[in-house]
């Protein structure tokens, strides 16, 4: 092949990440919407003479970055990013209910906005789990009124999922749309991703896999980027919008040298 060959670069890449130290992958992103690399390097300059012009010039401080954006998130991108393992257990949840949820299912269903969660006459209230608090610590408003006034808990009593309310909470939430809020217990196989202070996203190798369009022949060629040392961001944004596309996660990593080399980066053009 021609060292002339032209070739032009529009697949995303398939990106694995691999544990330096024991060589095993840790990730990989198949669902990337964005991959793109960038070099960068500063000069400065020796100048004199009239005018003070540009005479030498030194090429320093390279730097490189890896920008990818992720169609999808994961739990295991989530572990990456945060630099710590994924945790599983039970958890304390925070609920806010105030709809009424079908419990003869598991797990329970919301009915929706169709069915607002209502005290009856007698004061009685049906929740979708059992509360980890007393009923004297479970905060009712009324639904016009939500995290205002809260109602009346002296008297309420609790059997499982069945909240009642005593002489002066009826008097105020009784046959009216209510809003509950109190804390329930998660199942054992609850995951919890934890960002701390102290722990960030560690180093790893890169390999990436796309293909290239050959001028000449029209046809796709693989090609394969490898980067032996990556810092791996500990940046992350999350975003939850109600319009639009879904929102990606990018990544921006750090592309360091090598530990035995002074290479950054690799880019094979190979055949099948």
Same mark, same amino acid.
């Given at each position: 092949?021609?060292? +002339? ?55 320093? +401080? ?126 054992? +196989? ?23 369009? +050959? ?58």
């Amino acid at each position: 092949m021609s060292l +002339n060959t032209k070739f032009g670069a529009k697949e995303v890449m398939d990106v694995t990440l691999y544990d330096m130290q024991t060589g095993d992958p840790f990730i990989s992103f198949d669902t990337l919407k964005t991959s793109s690399i960038s070099v960068t390097a500063e000069k400065v300059y020796a100048r004199g003479g009239r005018g003070n012009v540009k005479l030498i010039t030194w090429e320093l +401080n390279k730097e490189a970055t890896l920008t990818i954006e992720d169609a999808l998130i994961s739990p295991r991108s989530l572990e990456l990013v945060t630099g710590m393992a994924v945790a599983k257990g039970q958890q304390t949840l925070h609920v806010r209910q105030k709809t009424e949820f079908d419990t003869s299912k598991e797990p329970v269903v919301d009915k929706g906005l169709n069915f607002p969660l209502v005290c009856s006459s007698a004061g009685v209230i049906n929740l979708a789990w059992t509360p980890i608090e007393t009923a004297a610590n479970i905060r009712v408003y009324l639904a016009d009124d939500d995290a205002g006034t809260r109602v009346d808990m002296v008297g309420a009593s609790l059997a499982e999922k069945q909240l009642t309310l005593g002489e002066t909470g009826i008097a105020t939430a009784g046959g009216k749309k209510v809003v509950v809020y109190y804390t329930r217990k998660s199942s054992e +196989n609850t995951e919890v991703y934890t960002v701390t202070a102290d722990k960030f996203a560690g180093t790893y190798k890169l390999v990436g896999e796309t293909v290239i369009r +050959n001028l000449n022949t029209g046809k796709d060629e693989p090609f394969q980027v490898i980067i032996p040392n990556l810092k791996w961001t500990s940046d992350l944004e999350l975003g939850f919008a109600a319009e639009g596309d879904p929102v990606t996660t990018t990544f921006e990593c750090e592309i360091l040298r090598a530990a035995d080399s002074s290479t950054m980066i690799q880019m094979i053009k190979y055949e099948y």
